[in-house]
């Protein structure tokens, strides 16, 4: 019998407007919008579908909103079509949805701790002197070589291993301008700086991640009703009570994308939804493996293409 996967968006897939014709719509739209904005004294609705840009590209409020549009997606998704995930993953903060649908955390838990998650990944290291970097065309091991080479200038590793050919690199600004040159001078097809200020999935996040830890040990969890695949292993969760240790890994470990789609594929998945915002993991899940049937959620347009 073919499995279906349900896999969430992360930072990157914002944009302004999102979630605004789910929320015009659908009654349990607008009611997962008004139940983030009443838990963290926040109107997500506003900053999601009016803006300004640069308040939304803020990662204290990104991460909420994206998580509020994700579950918004989700909730019309199963009152509209009964669809139920065999698995599910996320993509960073994507996998924060994945376990709310899974029912370890409420959702009202999850948009607190995701703000506070935003907050801290800010605050752990000053504007300006962290970045991000994405090279395309080369593989995982010459990537590597490239970051422990640039290494010996400043900080900087791999942080997203999207898809092949597409990983991201993280560090000081300088350890990531270092790789960029290097990955350009060995043959890279594109290494280019990208626009965000947080150094994600670096060893720069390890005082976040365990200050997350904290927030993280107060939440009352439940148990894994439906199987995660995890960022950090690339393998379902084993025990909700090894949650809060991956997350907090998660926060300075590479987020390993391509293994969690091949690992879905493994476990039998068929089809995947993406649900919420954007279809960036849709294109990702493409590059992995072209035998994976891709529908996505966000609208009520891509709504009436899943049946």
Not at 64 to 83: D, N
Not at 225 to 235: G, M, T
Not at 270 to 275: R, T, Y
Request: net charge negative; glycine share 8%; aromatic share 4%.
């Amino acid at each position: 019998m073919s499995k279906t996967a349900f896999i969430f968006p992360g930072q990157g897939s914002q944009y302004i407007g999102m979630g605004k014709d789910l929320y015009e719509n659908f009654t349990v739209a607008r009611e997962v919008f008004e139940e983030a904005s009443d838990s963290i004294g926040l109107d997500l609705k506003k900053m999601s579908f009016e803006g300004p840009e640069d308040l939304l590209n803020m990662t204290a409020n990104t991460q909420p909103a994206i998580l509020t549009a994700s579950m918004a997606a989700l909730e019309v998704l199963r009152s509209e079509r009964g669809l139920v995930a065999d698995f599910l993953a996320g993509h960073s903060l994507g996998e924060y949805s994945a376990l709310v649908h899974s029912g370890v955390f409420s959702f009202a838990d999850a948009v607190k701790i995701v703000r506070k998650r935003g907050e801290l990944m800010q605050e752990a290291v000053p504007a300006g002197t962290g970045a991000m970097a994405a090279i395309l065309g080369m593989e995982k091991e010459d990537v590597a070589q490239i970051c422990n080479e640039a290494s010996a200038v400043d900080m900087v590793s791999p942080a997203n291993f999207n898809s092949p050919g597409q990983i991201v690199v993280a560090g000081t600004k300088k350890g990531v301008e270092t790789a960029v040159d290097l990955a350009k001078e060995k043959g890279a097809k594109r290494a280019i700086l990208l626009p965000v200020s947080v150094p994600s999935h670096c060893r720069l996040m390890d005082g976040a991640g365990e200050a997350l830890r904290g927030d993280l040990e107060m939440l009352s969890m439940g148990d894994i009703s439906i199987p995660v695949v995890s960022n950090v292993e690339a393998k379902p969760y084993p025990a909700k009570e090894e949650v809060v240790n991956i997350l907090v890994r998660q926060l300075s470990s590479p987020v390993k994308w391509d293994d969690s789609i091949l690992c879905l594929k493994d476990l039998g998945i068929e089809s995947v939804i993406e649900v919420g915002p954007g279809k960036v993991l849709s294109g990702l899940v493409k590059r992995i493996d072209r035998a994976i049937n891709i529908l996505n959620i966000e609208d009520s347009a891509s709504l009436k293409k899943i049946q």
